[in-house]
């Protein structure tokens, strides 16, 4: 089922900001791909560097957000819960199980207003 064949759910909360940030996004990767392009026509930066590089960032990212994780769940007792209304009345319930051994977290929206 489509997010807007809910009963009383349009589907998006706010249309053209979702297409602004599309925009965005799409501009972002215009101006990055020329970029990039320059970097890797370096003769030092190829792209196998370049692809190395970016990977050697990502596994940095993600040992810097388990270990964040590990250190929220030590102070949270591994569980965060939120609960908030929408303009409309909906109901949007968060939870997040963290894993502090794994440095995991698992997002549940089970109680969630359709929307």
Not at 17 to 28: E, K, P, Q
């Amino acid at each position: 089922m489509l997010p807007g064949e809910f009963p009383s759910c349009s589907g998006t909360c706010n249309l053209h900001g979702n297409l602004a940030n599309f925009r965005t996004l799409v501009s972002a990767n215009q101006k990055g791909i020329p970029l990039i392009m320059e970097l890797i026509s370096i003769p030092c930066y190829w792209l196998e560097v370049v692809q190395a590089y970016m990977a050697h960032i990502q596994h940095l990212v993600e040992v810097a957000v388990r270990n964040l994780l590990r250190d929220v769940s030590m102070t949270m007792d591994g569980v965060l819960h939120a609960s908030d209304k929408m303009d409309d009345g909906s109901v949007i319930n968060f939870r997040v199980e963290i894993d502090s051994q794994e440095g995991s977290a698992t997002f549940d929206f089970e109680w969630t207003s359709p929307m």
